[in-house]
């Protein structure tokens, strides 16, 4: 099994920042990327960046490029979110999740933690 654990959530204000970190444990070999979604009130989850595990290739949505910036520490297993510029609409529940080579998607999820940025 592998457990995913996020941290760094919180209340801040419109334009403040946050980092957000996930810590990967357990069955963590054959790891092919990890990254970063998000779930506000009464909308679908959505992706927020990812990024390859060996290659460090990034994606981000269209939402948050050029605000949001995602890295890993490769050796702690450690994936970050480092989110800047924050907005309103930004606010929601942050999931970490971690996909393995061969897999087709995402099968591990952290618990999640809350963002909220006040106007």
């Known amino acids: 099994q592998v457990q995913l654990v996020e941290s760094g959530g919180g209340l801040v204000q419109t334009g403040d920042s946050l980092r957000l970190s996930c810590l990967a444990s357990?069955?963590?070999?054959?790891?092919?990327?990890m990254g970063w979604f998000r779930q506000a009130p009464g909308r679908e989850r959505e992706i927020v960046a990812t990024?390859?595990?060996?290659?460090?290739?990034?994606y981000y949505a269209d939402s948050v490029k050029g605000r949001f910036t995602i890295s890993r520490i490769y050796i702690k297993n450690t994936v970050y979110l480092q989110m800047d510029s924050l907005k309103p609409e930004d606010t929601a529940i942050y999931y970490c999740?971690?996909?393995?080579?061969?897999?087709?998607?995402?099968?591990?999820w952290g618990q999640g933690t809350q963002v909220t940025v006040s106007s």
């Open positions: 357990g069955r963590t070999f054959s790891m092919y990327a």
């Open positions: 990024i390859t595990w060996s290659g460090g290739s990034a």
């Open positions: 999740a971690l996909r393995r080579l061969g897999d087709p998607e995402y099968g591990y």
